[in-house]
């Protein structure tokens, strides 16, 4: 099954969030981490960021987790 990876503007545009903000959601846990795509390359799964939008929605309508 192929999986569509995103890069770092695209998840930037889905998320409204900045590049510093995204990264420091990674270092707190609180956001998909990146895969390595090559030395200086990095996408996360588009799943993973939809996965994301979804608690935020979650949390936003007071759904249990």
């Not at 990876?5 to 990674?26: C, F, N, Q, W």
């Not at 981490?33 to 090559?38: G, M």
């Not at 990095?42 to 949390?59: F, H, M, N, Y």
């Amino acid at each position: 099954m192929v999986q569509t990876i995103l890069r770092r503007d695209e998840v930037e545009r889905a998320t409204g969030l900045p590049r510093s903000t995204i990264y420091a959601k990674i270092a707190s846990g609180s956001f998909p981490k990146p895969i390595q795509l090559s030395a200086r390359a990095v996408g996360w799964l588009e799943s993973d960021i939809a996965a994301w939008q979804k608690t935020r929605i979650d949390a936003r309508d007071g759904v249990a987790a």
